[in-house]
């Protein structure tokens, strides 16, 4: 029991060793080499109190440096876009996406869109959202009757729920996880 709250403590030391790290890059020592953007579909200057969220299925220093980058990814997009305003960034690391009930960070995400303080989620991919079909389309709708509605943004599939268009594909989910 010892050696594995030993060993737990040596992973959280390298885990904060590379977010000190990341924090304190200088764009001076290290090459930025852009992603090159494929569009989001709801291009506007629309006001909008942004959350991202991000999991990880395993709790691994390996991972940190991963979210760390993402992390910079996602406060960059934002604060680039006219009328973005980054709310919080949701992580749970070493979370299961099978059931959004045992991870944290996400139901408080879900919390504070309810309460009228995230009106637009951004988040890597459905998958990294989501693993259950079912629970990811009960997710949208609940999310997208709120009022004012809250949208997310699925930037791998370049899917925005509250897009008309988008909403044809999730329709199709829909009948898909019926099926």
């Not at 060993?7 to 924090?23: A, C, G, V």
């Not at 059931?99 to 009106?119: H, L, P, Y």
Request: net charge negative; proline share 1%.
């Amino acid at each position: 029991m010892a050696e594995t709250r030993e060993k737990q403590m040596y992973n959280d030391e390298k885990k904060e060793m590379i977010r000190e790290r990341f924090r304190g890059d200088s764009k001076n020592e290290t090459e930025v080499i852009s992603a090159t953007s494929i569009g989001m579909k709801f291009e506007g200057s629309d006001e909008k109190r942004a959350g991202v969220y991000m999991r990880t299925a395993i709790d691994d220093m390996k991972q940190t440096s991963s979210l760390e980058l993402l992390k910079k990814h996602y406060i960059d997009a934002i604060s680039n876009h006219e009328g973005w305003k980054l709310i919080k960034i949701y992580i749970d690391e070493g979370a299961s996406g099978a059931s959004m009930q045992n991870r944290k960070a996400f139901q408080e995400m879900i919390r504070d869109c309810k309460t009228g303080k995230v009106d637009l989620i951004y988040t890597k991919s459905v998958s990294i959202f989501s693993r259950n079909i079912c629970e990811c389309i009960n997710c949208i709708k609940e999310l997208a009757s709120l009022k004012p509605a809250v949208g997310i943004f699925f930037e791998t599939e370049n899917i925005y729920t509250l897009d008309a268009k988008s909403k044809e594909f999730i329709s199709l989910m829909f009948i898909l996880a019926d099926e």
